[in-house]
Every structure is written in C-alpha cells, then in structure tokens.
C-alpha cells in the first residue's frame, strides 16, 4: 500500500486522529458520540454532523466527534441524534450555523498549514494521554 501525497487525504488523517484522541480517556478509549458503544480511539471514527463533502466544515472541530462504524457508515452519521447532541453541547444555532457554514464555497484551503498544526496536536495528545 502506497502513502497518499493528497493534502487532504493527509489532512484527514491527522484531522481525524486529533478528533478521536481528543475524546479518548487516558487509556485511550472512547465513546461514540451518537451511540454510547466504547472502543479503543483507533477503531472509531471521525465523524461529521455536516457532511465532509463540505469543505468549509469539513475540519471544524465542532462538527466533527467520535463515531462507531455503526453510526457513521450504516447510520448515515445518525444526524438526529448528532444535532440533539451538538444543541445540548454548544445550544440552540450550533446546527443551523454549521449548515449554513456547510454552504459556503471554499476558494482556498491552507492544507500544509492545517496539516502542521494536527500532527502537532496529535502528537502533543498522544504523549498527554501516554498512548
């Protein structure tokens, strides 16, 4: 298997270990976000309330948490449950303003840059958490 040079299949790699890390306890397990099922941070995944066909939310922090296959890919990211969620987390608008940010159309994205500062993160979490 051959290492992607796509910036943003790069960028999605770190993006999603700094998302799934972020939740992990110190031993490195975390909850889905929509389910509640626990699983090691390195078989969950990131999942996004606003699709990551969409650029411009694609890497906010606040549209993305944990989720199990389970919700992610055969619940369709369960976007019932992620709003309610999101609602209870950040309150009312989180859901409409990541819509409408969802809307936006992206002429330019900084990839090296973002791509940087997640490997700095991850590895900052990864030595936090002792993983």
């Known amino acids: 298997m051959t290492k992607s040079t796509n910036p943003k299949s ?7 270990m700094f998302i799934r890390l972020t ?15 626990i699983e090691h941070w390195k078989s969950l995944q990131n999942g996004h ?5 969409k650029l411009a939310t694609r890497y906010d922090e606040k549209n993305c948490r944990p989720q199990c296959s389970g919700c992610n890919l055969y619940g369709n990211g369960r976007p019932d449950v992620f709003g ?7 309150g009312e608008g989180i ?13 330019y994205f900084p990839y090296q840059e973002k791509i940087d500062y997640y490997k700095i ?9 002792h993983l």
């Open 121 to 129: 993160k991850v590895k900052e979490l990864l030595a936090q958490k």
């Open 23 to 37: 939740y992990s306890n110190e031993n490195g397990f975390v909850c889905c976000y929509t389910c509640d099922k």
């Open 84 to 90: 309610i969620k999101l609602t209870k987390e950040y």
């Open 10 to 16: 790069i960028l999605d790699k770190w993006f999603s």
């Open 49 to 53: 309330f606003v699709s990551r066909s």
């Open 95 to 107: 859901v409409t303003g990541l819509y409408r940010q969802g809307q936006e159309v992206v002429r």
